[in-house]
């Protein structure tokens, strides 16, 4: 068992008692859910795995009748330890994505070793460039299989065919190496046509082992397309700990950004901004920044986009918005700055699933609005208004998202706290996970 101070363990144990008491009986309500939260932590505080044992464990250490010397009997029973036997070793792809890195629990409790990626052909000796990935190459799986337990694939794999994908999960069952798969995109945000990745998603979905997801929506989709049930488990936090507890700046007036990027296939920036443009003109303090990258200038750059240049100058320059074209940002410092310096972040899309950028602004408390389509309402609290690729913009929805922010501000940020246990939850459902596959 875990040094808890008494003060801390008592009050485990009477909210564990309290929501028990009031979830019973009930379907799955935010009181389960902090039911859940608890008995992870009495679990967790404890060092006992089930949480009935867990309570009567805590119990005895109140009562002072714990036995130390044997933490698998409690109370004449027998549970399983919660100590790792072995480290379970994961060939992750990619490993050094900073979602996957937040998968993991930070002080390693959660006993998984994610193999480092490799580098790639071309990539200098000192780039961490991970893309594309070494790992989906079946000989490099013949080569490297003695190195892991279980193969883990998140991203990475666009410009792999469905018979590239077939040869790498035959590969896998060769060497008896099972295959997880998160399904972060059911439809490639980077991809116009959704058939090449729908018929990836054909071969990997039925393929793996066990299926991970983000949201409810995502998990009923895999669902209905695949038969397949799928964990849901939430995207960890982005920005780092340190960071998540950095004041905001304090400044006057409403930021509304949008940034392009370099527009991706996803992304239909006008028709957005122009009904931003004027929303944000009949608020009092109100202004709309709008960033995009030099190559949708440059027309050499294969995302040139001159009508979309000449639109948004032309917006600039009567004063409906600031307009700044540059580089990408140097690094994630730059990047948390510019979000951070924002109320409202608007995604402007047609398309997608899940949004990293949406989890960024959770952490900095920065507004989002997203559309209706894909699962972001889901992740996290959002605004959201009409906007996808078969029904166009809904302008009024977009006008009442801002209008709705700027009445709520400021947003409610995540805490650094919950972050941390939500990502230690997150790091033990994934080992849970992996360990189920290799018993």
């Not at 714990?66 to 994961?90: K, N, Y």
């Not at 460039?129 to 003695?146: F, K, Q, S, T, Y």
């Amino acid at each position: 068992m875990l040094m808890a101070h008494p003060t801390v363990l008592r009050n485990l144990v009477e909210q564990y008692e309290a929501l028990a008491l009031l979830s019973a009986g009930e379907e799955v309500t935010e009181t389960r859910q902090r039911l859940e939260d608890v008995s992870y932590t009495l679990c967790v505080t404890t060092g006992v795995k089930d949480p009935e044992a867990a309570l009567l464990a805590a119990r005895e250490r109140l009562s002072g009748t714990f036995r130390e010397s044997d933490p698998s009997s409690v109370a004449g029973r027998t549970v399983r330890s919660s100590r790792r036997r072995d480290a379970v070793r994961v060939a992750s792809v990619p490993a050094g994505h900073v979602y996957v890195r937040h998968c993991a629990d930070p002080d390693g409790a959660d006993g998984v070793v994610r193999l480092a990626d490799p580098r790639p052909n071309g990539a200098p000796s000192t780039s961490q460039r991970w893309w594309p990935p070494v790992m989906l190459d079946p000989d490099w799986v013949d080569a490297h299989h003695e190195e892991f337990d279980v193969f883990h694939l998140h991203f990475g794999f666009d410009a792999q065919g469905p018979d590239a994908l077939a040869a790498l999960v035959a590969a896998l069952r060769r060497h008896g190496k099972p295959l997880v798969y998160t399904a972060h995109d059911l439809r490639n945000p980077h991809q116009a046509d959704p058939g090449p990745h729908l018929a990836a998603l054909d071969v990997l979905v039925p393929a793996a082992d066990r299926l991970i997801t983000l949201t409810p929506g995502a998990a009923a989709e895999i669902a209905a397309r695949w038969n397949r049930t799928a964990t849901v488990l939430p995207h960890p936090h982005v920005v780092e700990p340190a960071l998540v507890t950095r004041p905001r700046p304090h400044r006057e007036g409403f930021r509304v950004g949008v940034h392009a990027k370099s527009l991706r296939a996803n992304m239909a920036v006008l028709p957005v901004v122009r009904v931003l443009a004027e929303t944000v003109a009949g608020l009092d303090g109100a202004e709309l920044a709008v960033n995009i990258h030099h190559d949708v200038d440059d027309p050499a750059a294969h995302a040139h986009d001159p009508v979309l240049m000449a639109e948004l100058r032309k917006l600039a320059d009567r004063g409906a918005l600031t307009l700044r074209v540059h580089d990408y940002f140097d690094d994630d410092d730059d990047l948390w700055k510019y979000l951070g310096g924002l109320d409202l972040s608007v995604l402007p899309y047609t398309f997608g699933t899940h949004s990293g950028w949406l989890e960024a602004c959770h952490d900095l408390g920065t507004a989002v609005a997203a559309p209706d389509c894909g699962y972001y309402a889901q992740q996290r609290p959002c605004l959201t208004y009409g906007h996808s690729q078969r029904d166009g913009l809904d302008a009024g929805s977009l006008e009442e998202a801002v209008r709705e922010a700027y009445r709520t501000r400021p947003v409610r940020r995540a805490s650094a706290d919950d972050r941390a246990a939500e990502r230690a939850r997150i790091a033990a459902a994934h080992r849970e996970l992996y360990d189920g596959l290799l018993r």
